[in-house]
């Protein structure tokens, strides 16, 4: 038992439970003292999911270090080279280096990538014909239609989570590293904005046993006011989560800006890390303003604030302002590491440089600010004022010349090549096939007039799962796959990899062109059942068992990775043939990155320029830094 | 000196050494014409710092065994030099046959097989057999690869275009606003198709084409990119774009085209029901009941959450929201029963927040109004109801007063003299057929052409005989 406590985990989730309930009875004490009634659940909720985050942060280690900083004491933590932690007590508690920050971000990503996947198999299944088959139960409950709309909610929001997540692990696995650093700028904080996701993680899960969710994963309020107890937990949940991008995209932002190795320029730098500075400039800039509107939505709920309620003088359409102002910057977020994955991959098994890399870097930047200015496309129904359609219409259009840059320059990349297809290339390929896909389904939303027919249809379900399908999953797995070695030191089953991207390719092909057109042909979006009369029973039969398929699929690569991970063959340090400074070390990735300071000295992707190399190491020691 | 545009390599010489310079000259003028073209000689480093800013040549080949060369400046020049020239430093007394090439800032000597093994290695038969058939082969070659995969690209976009028209995409449409709108999906339809088929058309066949063959460990060709198509694929995107957006704003504004004539309907969301209110009706009903080629004009408010108004064979849809109206207009060209169903989560039943509209001829609708109106059971009662609703009070008057047309004090039975100097008795038969055809016999005193003649489409008969009695009694 006692040994259980050398887990930071053990010791934070503890301190949460203690955390919530000494919340919970806080508030009721005051509400006692104020003579009301002694329970109520949105505001115990509310204060114990506070209290309970704070404690959990204290619990787990990471305001140790800030603490006794404050105090005057000497810093405590070396975690990267405590020689007495096991790997799991390193994994499981307060870490500072940035790779053990990264696999802790990712194994939760996929945890949680895991449990939304598996809510969005539980409404397919009730999807697959028309009338109930799962939800028959009392209609409010859980065994009834909120069950239902409670299971595409968390679908939602728990996958955002997952997404930000793995985002998360890649930037802050591979931007150290690929800029030859040894470390993110600020460690401590890197740790914090990990840590900080587990207490809101699991707030946010904490909203389906409290009776769920039934907004949609908007939280439009204000159904929002009168939704189950979830939604404060929900709300709360992502509000705190919120943190994380914020410091994250800070650390992101000064790591890139000022620890890159020597001679390596802007333009010098691998496209992925432009894409993590564009990514971090939005979530750093764009993320309070989800958290303002959740905060706000909370406050109207627990302590009736009329924000957004008319009848107090407030306005309903504010809260969906505040919300699309972040998230519809957020799927430019959750694509933009995943377009920089697939620009670094093509180039490996093209061996030819990335095309227009100046163009292609650029781009990243500039779907970045297009993204600030198109959120209001998401209201052209809501009732917001018409004039305010048009110019959202030609902005959101705009997106689509950054992004065309990017298709450009990919193919021109292939275009005589030496191709090869290991894995990570056929999940780059496969990406750019289904994001196309997804851009190109953007324009029917984007033209209002055809958007006021597909707007909170299955066609936009279908857009956007295959943009973030293209930008985010097919990307990722393409980075699992291709930087496995560097993770573990060994090979994943190419075998196994390969039928898991036909599984999922076929798969998602068939279910994201099957909802776009079940949409077209009048399914409303967030409904348990539909009409047998629109003739789309055998459409939803189908993204049914496409979603089945894509299970099978991701299933694969967990038992791969996992597998391979002990038992794979032993990775050479640069199995790919790459020029990037992460595969110039061995596999895995030493505790301290490189031993030497290392200098730029070519181009990152002069593939086919004979014997030009892009990084060496400084042959003279430098002097210790830091 | 050859001609330099059409060739690939761009050579300049510096040496002072006469022998040295011409002698090479005149080996790659032989050897390797149309290939290798001599840019000049220089026989001076500052004399070969100027020929290489003028001249851009692709390769300098350096006399290392002139002394009067400064070899430490060409390297610091090149080491700091940001273009793409490269050097090579030929020696005839140090390592015999071996040479030294130098690439910007990374040194390499075997760089020299790719730029001389063609001289150095090759017979002059062989060098002359291969300049005559390499230029043509490769651009042969590269047309190939492109006629291949336009031919691809246009085969997939046709695949598209046709897929994408004969499938069910939409559902069939019954309003006037359907037509702009359903119109922009099939231009949307072809745009997507086409775009679909350049990325993916040039993807695929490179993925077929450029397939590296096996053992092959070596790099492909080293393209960094070009600027100016860079520029033209932002562009022309960027032309597109603008064009849609256009063509988006003068579709949308053909969409909400209003008609000041519209009929009003007041339309009440709630958990999880609607409610329709027709103000000009007096009527209240559960279900939506439009006449066609009529707009209507719908006033939306909501009792509690956000819920949306959407009827997907009329296409437009739009939010109703608590405490405020919005509007939607709606013109239905075809009759039929459709579903409306609410397109904005609103909670546990959502899915069923639905309810029946049928569109009915303008006749039916009448009927409808009619028959849901709760009248009174006096025809009298029903049919100053009726002259009320369809504004004929607005002209006749009840009183006496002289209006725009007759007033109906003491009309029925009355001797009615007409304009032609006819007249006829005021009774049933005439003041039907003064309704359905004012125009036939205009009163004396009183302009043709001001009452509306459509009062067949309007009216029904029993209405039409409740205005009659009505007229009737007042007498």
Known sequence: MKDLFKYGLVRGLLAMVIGTLAGMALVSVVRLALGLSIWNPDAAWTVGGILGTIAFMIGVGSLTDWYRAASGKPLGMHTHDNPDWSPLQRYLGFSVDHKVIGVQYGVFGLILFLLAGTFALIFRWELAAPGLQLFTGEVESLAGLTGFNTMFSLHGMVMVAAILLCIAAMMNYLVPLMIGAQDMAFPRLNGFSFWITVPSGLLLLAALPLGGVDTGWVGYPPLSTRAPLGMVTFYLGVYLFGFSGILGAINIIVTILKMRAKGMGMFKMPVFVWASLATALIQFAATQLIGLSFLMGLLQRVMDMGFFDIAKGGDVILYQHLFWFYSHPAVYVFVLPGLGVISEVLPVFARKPLYGYKWVALSSVGIALVGYLVWAHHMFTSGMQEYLRVPFMVSTLLVAVPTGVKFFSWTATLWQGKLIFPTPMLFALGAIMIFLVGGLSGPPNALVSTDLYTHDTYFVVGHFHATLFGGFVFPFMAALYYWFPKLTGRMYNERMGKWHFWLQFVGFSVQTLGQMQVGLLGMRRRVADYDAALGITTGQLAVTIAAFVIALGIALMIYNLIYSASYGEKAAANPWRSRSPEFQLPSPVPVHNFDHPIEVVGNPYDYGLKDSIYVRPISTPAAPGD | ?475
């Not at chain 2, 000196?1 to 310079?21: C, E, Y």
């Not at chain 2, 040479?99 to 093994?117: F, G, K, T």
């Not at chain 2, 002259?387 to 006496?400: E, I, K, P, R, V």
């Not at chain 2, 001797?415 to 100097?421: I, R």
């Open chain 2, 1 to 475: 000196m050859s001609d330099t545009q059409s060739v690939n390599r761009r050579v300049l010489i510096a040496s002072s050494h006469p022998l040295f310079a011409r002698g090479l000259t005149r080996l790659l003028q032989e050897r390797q014409a149309g290939d290798v073209a001599v840019l000049g000689v220089v026989s001076s480093t500052a004399e070969a710092f100027q020929a290489i800013q003028q001249l851009q040549p692709d390769l300098v080949i350096v006399d290392y065994d002139d002394e009067t060369l400064n070899r430490e400046d060409f390297l610091a020049h090149f080491m700091e030099s940001s273009g793409k020239i490269r050097f090579v430093l030929l020696s005839l007394k140090e390592g015999g046959d071996q040479a030294m090439v130098y690439d910007r800032r990374n040194i390499a000597a075997s760089q020299i097989d790719e730029w001389l093994s063609e001289w150095t290695e090759a017979s002059p038969e062989e060098s002359q057999k291969h300049t005559s058939y390499a230029a043509p082969d490769v651009r042969s070659g590269k047309m190939k690869h492109w006629i291949g995969a336009i031919f691809l690209v246009l085969l997939i976009a046709a695949g598209g275009i046709v897929g994408l028209r004969n499938a069910r995409l939409l559902t069939q449409p019954a309003s006037l606003q359907a037509i702009p709108i359903d119109q922009a999906f099939s231009v949307l339809w072809i745009a997507i198709a086409s775009l679909f088929a350049l990325i993916t058309g040039l993807m695929l066949y490179s993925v077929i084409a450029f397939r590296r063959k096996k053992g092959d460990e070596s790099d492909a060709v080293h393209i960094e990119g070009n600027n100016k198509l860079e520029v033209t694929w932002t562009i022309l995107p960027l032309l597109t774009v603008i064009g849609f957006a256009v063509y988006g704003s003068l579709n949308l504004s053909e969409v909400v085209l209003p008609d000041p004539q519209a009929m009003e309907v007041r339309v009440v969301g709630q958990q999880w029901s609607w409610r329709f209110e027709y103000p000009e009706q007096g009527i209240t009903s559960n279900e939506l009941v439009l006449p066609v080629d009529r707009q209507v004009l719908l006033r939306m408010e909501s009792q509690d959450v956000i819920h949306s108004f959407w009827v997907p064979e009329f296409r437009v849809k739009q939010d109703l929201l608590p405490g405020r109206e919005t509007q939607l207009r709606i013109t239905p060209n075809r009759t039929g029963d459709f579903v409306l169903g609410c397109a904005e989560i609103c909670g546990s039943q959502h899915a069923y927040m639905t309810a029946p509209v049928h569109v009915l001829s303008s006749a039916d609708f009448e009927q409808w109004v009619f028959d849901q109106t709760d009248l009174p059971d006096d025809p009298v009662a029903r049919g100053e109801i009726w002259a009320n609703q369809y504004g004929c009070l607005a002209c006749h008057s009840l009183d006496g007063t002289r209006l725009v047309g007759p007033s109906w004090q003491g009309l029925y039975g009355s001797e009615t003299v007409f304009a032609d100097g006819a007249s006829r008795t005021a009774d049933a038969e005439y003041l039907r057929e003064s309704i359905l055809d004012p125009n036939a016999q205009i009163v004396e005193g009183f302009l043709p052409g001001l009452m509306p003649q459509n009062f067949n489409e309007i009216l029904s008969d029993t209405q039409i005989d409740d205005i009659i009695a009505f007229i009737e009694s007042l007498k």
